[in-house]
Each structure stands twice: as C-alpha cells, then as structure tokens.
C-alpha cells in the first residue's frame, strides 16, 4: 500500500511543495493547496484537493475517497478484500458529509413561447380594432441567456436570488401585416404590403438586459425540487421589425430599425418551479409594451422551460 501513496506523492512533487512541519507535508500550485499528507502513531492521511480526494491508511487497510464515491481495500493474510462505500456510510468512516448550501436557479438557457394580452386579459388581436395584433403564438419564441447568478440564503431551504441575463424576444404577426410609427403622430400603427403581396414572414424582434430578485424555496431528497416568485427587471437594448415576400419570383427582405415606442424600463412577475432537470417559468409584464397613449396597451407574457441550467 506505500506504493500507492508513493505514486500520488511522485505525481504532485513535481508542483511547489509550499511549507513542510514535523509530521505534515503540502503540496501545492501556487497559492492552492493540492495535497496534504499526515504522518502520526495511527498512520498516514493523504488529504488531496481540499477534501475532494481523501487517502486513509493504517497497517491492513486502505481507503480511498473520491468525492461521492470510495473504496476500501483490506489485506488480511494472502487475500484481500476490496469494499465499495456509499455516500451515505461516509460518517461510519470520518468523512462528513459536504454540508447543504443554498444555490437558486437562475442562471442557464431558457425556452418559451412568447404572446401578449390586453388590459382584459385577452389575447391581443382577438378584437376587430386590433386583429393586426394577432401573433403566431407557434413562432414567436423568447430566448433568455442567464449569465450571472448570485443566491443569497435565509435559511436551509429559503433564499433570494438575483443575477443578470440577456432576452431575445421575435413576435411573429399572424396576418398580412406588420407595424410601424405614424409619420405624422408617432403612434404604432399596421402596416400592410403592396397590393397583390403576401408576407411570407412577418415579425418584430427585441433585444432586453434582464435582472431578476426572486424568492425561492427548494425541498424533497437533496433538495432537488424547487418552487420561486420574484419579479424580473428589463432594459430595452435593442429593437426592429422584419418581413420578408416574393416579388416577380425574387426574395425581398426589409428590415426597419426603431424604438417602436417601446417601453425601454418594465419589469415582470416570474413563477418558476421544478423537479431535478425538469423546470418550468411564466412571466407576465406589470407594463405595457409600449408607452402610453403610443401603442396599443398590451402586456408581454411567456410560458417557458430551462434547457440547460449553469447552476
């Protein structure tokens, strides 16, 4: 068995060896310490990469741990015994269990499908005066990039989170039309093709800088489950429209960059929740998405899940 510790040891001596004291030695990168090794009347301990690696050895016995996993290995005579450890028999041996630390889940790509509801709560372009406001919910995606999450623990299970992210969002019009300010008033109005042309697409695409403050409480094995409400704080960055249609059997594109009169603060109410890789969200906009008295007053919702989480 000294021929295993003397393995690791030749492996990491080529790094600094950063302090040596009577019975301890450590092994170290810089200002990291990478392995510690113990020597006392009850044998040797080989601490590797701050409790990730963990080397205990006594006359017949040796055991190794490896983060979630260890193994230990018994010679007793001409035969040896060879002993799997669970996580959860790591006590029986010493090793404490990695204390439970609170860490929300924000950060990470997000998926939804994107609309938007009148001061009734219905969906915009269900009324006469506003048909041109009807979207192709099947087409109009939002795209969030979390980047940056901090979590702020109250207690075991209940924290605040917070962060930083970035929401493309492309609102894909349903009819023959798109929209556009007035050139007189400056108000959103449609607008509609030449006559005898169709869109073949029509939509309206947005960039916002998003900041989010929720509450959330986590629970079940592991706490692997998860339950949030906050709201989520929106900078407006960047905004256009784009169609596109055949003309004389050639593709056209146009595309208009504007404000739009878009609101450029607003913020929305968020509810998230999941189980394990499972996780779900819905955000509904406390502001209107364009300002007042210049666009049709419509508040922005999304349904949506987590694709992949950097948590």
Same mark, same amino acid.
Not at 60 to 72: Q, R
Not at 268 to 279: D, E, N, P, Q, V
Not at 286 to 291: D, G, S, Y
């Given at each position: 068995?000294?021929?295993?510790?003397?393995?690791?040891?030749?492996?990491?001596?080529?790094?600094?060896?950063?302090?040596?004291?009577?019975?301890?030695?450590?092994?170290?990168?810089?200002?990291?310490?990478?392995?510690?090794?113990?020597?006392?009347?009850?044998?040797?301990?080989?601490?590797?990469?701050?409790?990730?690696?963990?080397?205990?050895?006594?006359?017949?016995?040796?055991?190794?741990?490896?983060?979630?996993?260890?193994?230990?290995?018994?010679?007793?005579?001409?035969?040896?015994?060879?002993?799997?450890?669970?996580?959860?028999?790591?006590?029986?041996?010493?090793?404490?269990?990695?204390?439970? /630390?609170?860490?929300?889940? +924000?950060?990470? @790509?997000?998926?939804?499908?994107?609309?938007?509801?009148?001061?009734?709560? /219905?969906?915009?372009?269900?009324?006469?005066?506003?048909? #041109?406001?009807?979207?192709?919910?099947?087409?109009? +995606?939002?795209?969030?990039?979390?980047?940056?999450?901090?979590?702020? !623990?109250?207690?075991?299970?209940?924290?605040?989170?917070?962060? %930083?992210?970035?929401? +493309?969002?492309? &609102?894909?019009?349903?009819?023959?039309?798109?929209?556009?300010?007035?050139?007189?008033? *400056?108000?959103?109005?449609?607008? #509609?093709? !030449?006559? *005898?042309?169709?869109?073949?697409?029509?939509?309206?695409?947005?960039?916002?800088?998003?900041?989010?403050?929720? @509450?959330?409480? /986590?629970?079940?094995?592991?706490?692997?489950?998860?339950?949030?409400?906050?709201?989520?704080?929106?900078?407006?960055?960047?905004?256009?429209?784009?169609?596109? #249609? &055949?003309?004389?059997?050639?593709? /056209?594109?146009?595309?208009?960059?504007?404000? @739009?009169?878009?609101?450029?603060?607003?913020?929305?109410?968020?509810?998230? %929740? *999941?189980?394990?890789?499972?996780?779900?969200?819905?955000?509904?906009?406390?502001? !209107? %998405? @364009?300002?007042?008295? %210049?666009?049709?007053?419509?508040? !922005?919702?999304?349904?949506?899940?987590?694709?992949?989480?950097?948590?």
């Amino acid at each position: 068995m000294k021929n295993i510790l003397t393995v690791i040891l030749a492996i990491t001596i080529v790094f600094n060896v950063k302090a040596q004291e009577a019975d301890t030695s450590r092994v170290g990168v810089g200002k990291k310490n990478i392995v510690t090794v113990t020597e006392d009347s009850d044998g040797t301990n080989v601490n590797i990469k701050e409790d990730f690696v963990i080397v205990d050895e006594t006359d017949d016995t040796i055991k190794v741990k490896l983060g979630n996993k260890a193994i230990s290995i018994v010679e007793d005579g001409n035969r040896t015994y060879v002993e799997i450890i669970e996580k959860d028999d790591f006590h029986k041996h010493g090793w404490k269990k990695k204390p439970y /630390q609170f860490k929300g889940h +924000w950060s990470g @790509f997000e998926l939804g499908l994107n609309n938007w509801v009148d001061d009734s709560w /219905q969906l915009a372009g269900t009324t006469p005066e506003n048909t #041109y406001l009807d979207l192709h919910t099947g087409k109009s +995606w939002e795209f969030d990039l979390n980047i940056m999450q901090f979590s702020l !623990p109250f207690g075991k299970p209940l924290g605040l989170v917070t962060g %930083m992210g970035f929401k +493309w969002n492309n &609102y894909h019009f349903d009819r023959n039309n798109n929209i556009t300010k007035d050139d007189v008033t *400056g108000v959103i109005i449609p607008s #509609y093709p !030449p006559v *005898g042309i169709s869109y073949a697409k029509s939509k309206m695409n947005t960039v916002f800088l998003t900041v989010p403050l929720i @509450f959330e409480v /986590q629970f079940g094995p592991k706490k692997k489950g998860f339950i949030g409400v906050g709201v989520i704080g929106d900078l407006k960055l960047w905004s256009n429209t784009k169609v596109k #249609y &055949y003309e004389g059997g050639s593709k /056209q594109k146009i595309k208009e960059k504007s404000d @739009f009169n878009l609101s450029p603060l607003r913020y929305h109410l968020t509810a998230r %929740m *999941g189980y394990r890789f499972i996780k779900v969200f819905a955000n509904y906009s406390m502001v !209107p %998405m @364009f300002k007042k008295n %210049m666009g049709p007053e419509l508040y !922005p919702v999304t349904i949506g899940l987590t694709l992949i989480s950097f948590r």
